[in-house]
């Protein structure tokens, strides 16, 4: 029997997250950590977390300050640096809980630029990963009107915490119609971005291009040609941008932006499982 807990966590500034974990039978090959999107939550991996538990990894997910079930006005921050101390003590209490087994971090979406801020911002514990996967990087354009764009950077200042829905385009989730239709039924997503999180956002993605060379992990970025909600050409931007050796792009051919979810998501699983079990330390 796979075990499944739920818990919650002491963030840096003390606001308590929630967070669950899933443990395959027998023996723990390594642990693969998920940062979810905007308007995202952990329990959006079902087909990931069932497909790695039973190649033996453990699965941890949270979900975000302002997200799914953990407190905090849904969509804001007040800076990016929230988001990096989240994911910071979430690594900290895996490692706790499990000490010596290998860790990987998967962000999708702006998870991803999560993860990729964390990375960069704080090498020296990013050094104790085996590595980081970008799944889909808002790390580019995105589906995001300039309007909302424009309205987001005004109000940042005076109205930190008005919050707009982003407008991006549910269908341009899945090709998969089951998936959409589970999503409209999903009481734990949300559609809204706060001002003070776009002037955030759009300053953090700047940050990490231009600090991409110093990058020091193993890196697999996981993208669909036919993204329209992060456009492809980000992540692919970043990529070439990386100096370290160890880094792989895979771009699947009209692939939308929920990877584990869309019509080709097994594929996807298949070489995420494959690169996760390259990066495992040697036995």
């Known amino acids: 029997m796979t075990k499944h807990n739920e818990s919650v966590f002491k963030s840096v500034d003390g606001l308590e997250l929630y967070y669950q974990n899933w443990y395959p039978e027998g023996e723990v090959k390594g642990i693969l950590v998920i940062v979810h999107g905007l308007g995202g939550h952990s329990d959006k991996y079902g087909n990931m977390v069932d497909y790695l538990l039973s190649k033996?990894?453990?699965i941890y997910g949270l979900d975000l300050r302002g997200h799914g079930r953990s407190p905090g006005q849904r969509g804001h921050i007040n800076s990016w640096s929230e988001f990096r101390g989240d994911l910071a003590?979430?690594?900290?209490?895996?490692?706790?809980?499990q000490p010596g087994c290998p860790i990987f971090v998967l962000g999708h979406s702006l998870g991803a630029v999560v993860v990729c801020d964390y990375v960069l911002r704080q090498p020296k514990e990013a050094a104790k990963l085996q590595g980081a996967i970008a799944f889909a990087p808002a790390i580019?354009?995105?589906g995001v009107s300039k309007f909302r764009v424009f309205l987001g950077n005004l109000l940042s200042q005076?109205?930190?915490?008005?919050s707009l829905s982003t407008g991006l385009n549910l269908s341009a989730a899945s090709r998969d119609e089951?998936?959409?239709?589970?999503?409209?039924?999903d009481t734990l997503r949300h559609s809204l971005g706060s001002a003070r999180l776009a002037t955030e956002y759009f300053t953090t993605v700047a940050w990490i291009h231009n600090h991409a060379s110093q990058w020091q992990i193993p890196l697999l970025i996981l993208h669909g040609s036919a993204d329209t909600i992060?456009?492809?050409?980000?992540?692919?931007?970043?990529?070439?941008n990386v100096a370290f050796a160890d880094k792989l792009r895979i771009?699947?051919?009209g692939a939308y932006h929920d990877l584990q979810a869309d019509l080709n998501y097994q594929q996807v699983l298949a070489d995420l499982e494959n690169w996760l079990d390259q990066h495992l330390p040697p036995q």
């Open 56 to 58: 033996q990894y453990a």
């Open 89 to 97: 003590a979430f690594v900290e209490l895996i490692q706790n809980q």
């Open 140 to 142: 580019g354009k995105v």
């Open 158 to 162: 005076i109205w930190p915490r008005f």
């Open 178 to 185: 089951k998936v959409l239709a589970a999503y409209t039924q």
């Open 230 to 240: 992060a456009l492809p050409e980000g992540g692919e931007r970043f990529y070439q």
């Open 251 to 253: 771009e699947y051919p």
